[in-house]
């Protein structure tokens, strides 16, 4: 998972909410009339996301959802330039909730705005994620079991961008490599005290990281496997080359971590010297 802290815009801040006023949409009248207590509530948000031991009370403005969400589902034309450009930020290689390599094109209210409408213009809330991610977390939030919210705000705190990721590899008969199994341990900073390593291993569990990382490997070894018979490139040199090329995601992204476990290891290495062009 990469950092995204540097998405965060300062607190309280409203410029979305104003290019919603400021817009000629039936509602405005309506909206400029809720101004007062949207903006009381984007000053509370942070304040929100620092109580982890109970669920956000039930939202105030619930009665007006219908109106403060149709600015984002159908925002005006500014406003929409202004989400579209956050949605497609080409400088995020990955989601920052799961680490799923590629262009995560889904923006997710992490306080869901069927809940509490009044975030739903607030950046802060808005951060970008993996449809598989988005499907997990849809309208969810707090783990009452856990006493705890399910999700940990990549945009509030990097601690899951100091995760690190361990492929191993299984092949059971070294003659027949497409038979293999993949494992995955992930790794939790020893330091990170005993309440957020709690909280990271509910968001892994919450999200079925384990799970979609492995399967994702999975695929991406059989495809390395097929390249090397087909006996063009160096796979071996190819792997490496990789690995260099993307030294700063060496710990935790999923493509990098796996061909790292492959290019160490015994049977595949001799595999591929044997399947050289």
């Known amino acids: ?3 995204v802290k540097g998405l965060r815009t300062r607190k309280g801040s409203d410029d979305w909410l104003e290019l919603a006023i400021n817009s000629n949409k039936d509602t405005v009248d309506q909206l ?3 101004k007062p207590i949207i903006k009381f509530y984007y000053n509370k948000y942070e304040k929100l996301l620092r109580n982890q031991a109970s ?3 039930t939202s105030a403005v619930l009665a007006h959802s219908a109106i403060l969400k149709s600015y984002y589902t159908s925002p005006p034309k500014d406003l929409g330039i202004q989400i579209k450009a956050r949605r497609e930020n080409d400088e995020l290689s990955q989601c920052p909730f799961c680490g799923r390599p590629g262009y995560p094109r889904i923006l997710d209210h992490f306080l869901p705005k ?3 409408p009044e975030y739903s213009l607030l950046k802060n809330n808005l951060v970008n994620q993996c449809s ?3 499907s997990k977390k849809s309208e969810s939030y707090f783990c009452i079991k856990n006493s705890s919210p399910k999700f940990i705000h990549p945009i509030y705190s990097s601690v899951l961008s100091k995760l690190e990721l361990e492929f191993s590899i299984n092949i059971p008969n070294p003659l027949d490599i497409k038979q293999f199994e993949i494992s995955l341990e992930i790794k939790i900073p020893p330091h990170y005290s005993v309440k957020t390593q ?5 968001h892994i569990q919450s999200l079925e990281i384990r799970k979609y990382a492995i399967e994702h490997a999975e695929r991406t070894y059989l495809e390395w496997i097929k390249k090397s018979l087909l ?5 071996l040199d190819m792997l490496k080359n990789n690995i260099i ?3 700063k995601l060496h710990n935790n992204d999923w493509t990098i971590c796996l061909q790292k476990a492959m290019s160490q290891h015994p049977i595949l290495i001799r595999h591929f010297e044997q399947h050289l062009p």
């Open 231 to 235: 006996r063009r490139v160096d796979i």
């Open 132 to 134: 598989a991610c988005s």
């Open 55 to 57: 669920e956000p009370q």
């Open 245 to 247: 090329l993307n030294e």
């Open 1 to 3: 998972m990469i950092d």
């Open 32 to 34: 400029k009339e809720l």
């Open 114 to 116: 069927n809940r509490w």
């Open 198 to 202: 709690k909280r990271v291993k509910l």
